[in-house]
């Protein structure tokens, strides 16, 4: 009886240090940022120069970010993620260039939140892609997504943004 309670309790203490390392992870990336990077809109297409600038915001165990990505040929697309931490996982949604919402899975090894993207319809041939949300240094962060080309099975980098703190 005393073992399980034991065990219990250092259950407990795991789980409550996990999440309170999340709370000051995601405190961390919490602000306004800016920065540049490249986006492909399709696989198969050039990639295009963007600038792009973020806000966000950390509350306990989520994070939201909202932001603006502008090409030189003067397009503009809002950008996104909600994020919440669940004990173990993270979930949320993604809103990217479509303006269509998609689901978001993933957990955070190191400094970067490994995340897959769910579509809501075929992009790039099948619903599904990858985000990571890396913390660079005390000052930086990079959005990166890749997808599988449907063609030739590679991995090919989609978007690649890197930012710094405001």
């Not at 400094?111 to 809501?120: D, F, M, Q």
């Amino acid at each position: 009886m005393i073992q399980r309670l034991l065990a219990a309790g250092s259950l407990f203490f795991v789980v409550g240090a996990a999440q309170a390392d999340e709370t000051a992870f995601l405190g961390s990336l919490e602000g306004k940022w800016t920065g540049s990077g490249m986006v492909k809109i399709r696989i198969n297409r050039s990639p295009m120069n963007v600038s792009c600038v973020f806000n966000s915001d950390a509350s306990g165990q989520a994070l939201s970010m909202k932001g603006t990505c502008r090409s030189l040929i003067v397009v503009s697309r809002a950008v996104g993620a909600d994020l919440q931490f669940n004990g173990a996982n993270y979930s949320g949604t993604y809103v990217g260039p479509s303006g269509r919402p998609a689901g978001l899975t993933g957990s955070r090894r190191g400094n970067a939140i490994n995340l897959t993207i769910r579509w809501p319809r075929l992009v790039n041939g099948d619903r599904s892609a990858n985000l990571t949300v890396q913390k660079v240094g005390e000052n930086g962060m990079r959005l990166v997504t890749t997808d599988v080309d449907p063609t030739s099975g590679d991995s090919v980098v989609t978007s690649d943004i890197n930012l710094r703190r405001q």
